[in-house]
């Protein structure tokens, strides 16, 4: 996994470990055996593949999204893809939004490590946008496979 610059790669391996922490995190992930990295912007927003070994109710395939917004695992069925993973994120985050800014509850939704609350809404909804118009298109380029000398 390499980012555009030597920063940029720093702040990738700090997500890489930020995820796997998070779906660790989970008692139904025991540990996890594997990763790939799917695409990431450093401090911004990484999508990684996770192998995990867990409770057999649970897919042992993941992807896991993490950055400058709320960190999520997503399972492979709809999302074949790391542009997909993200997609389906998006997605779900704006029907957060939406339930919060209707005043309709949030607890059959998607969960949210944040507040229920305008503000929220507000700061998700504009990193969603981000995410739609400038990272997702950004995908779709091809990216070298190894890190360059220099």
Same mark, same amino acid.
């Given at each position: 996994?390499?980012? @555009? ?10 997500? &890489?470990?930020? %995820? ?20 990431? =912007? ?6 990684? #593949?996770?192998?995990? !070994?867990? @409770?057999?109710?649970? !897919? ?8 400058? +917004?709320?960190? %999520?695992? &997503?399972? &492979? ?8 993973? &993200? ?7 704006? !029907? ?19 507040? %229920?609350?305008?503000?929220?809404? %507000?700061? +998700? ?7 739609? =118009?400038?990272? #997702? ?11 360059? @000398?220099?």
């Amino acid at each position: 996994m390499c980012g @555009d610059d030597a920063e940029d790669t720093a702040l990738l391996k700090g997500m &890489l470990h930020e %995820a796997r922490t998070y779906v660790e995190s989970f008692r139904w992930c025991q540990k996890t055996r594997d990763t790939w990295f799917g695409f990431g =912007v450093g401090g911004v927003v990484a999508v990684f #593949l996770f192998h995990i !070994d867990g @409770d057999p109710r649970i !897919d042992e395939w993941l992807w896991v999204i993490v950055g400058d +917004l709320p960190s %999520a695992y &997503l399972v &492979l069925d709809r999302s074949p893809s790391p542009s997909a993973a &993200l997609e389906t994120y998006c997605d779900l985050m704006s !029907d957060w939004v939406r339930a919060v800014r209707h005043g309709r509850p949030v607890d059959d939704m998607f969960p949210v490590n944040a507040p %229920a609350d305008e503000s929220h809404a %507000a700061r +998700l909804e504009s990193r969603v946008r981000f995410l739609r =118009v400038s990272i #997702l298109p950004e995908m779709t380029k091809s990216r070298p496979d190894q890190c360059g @000398d220099g």
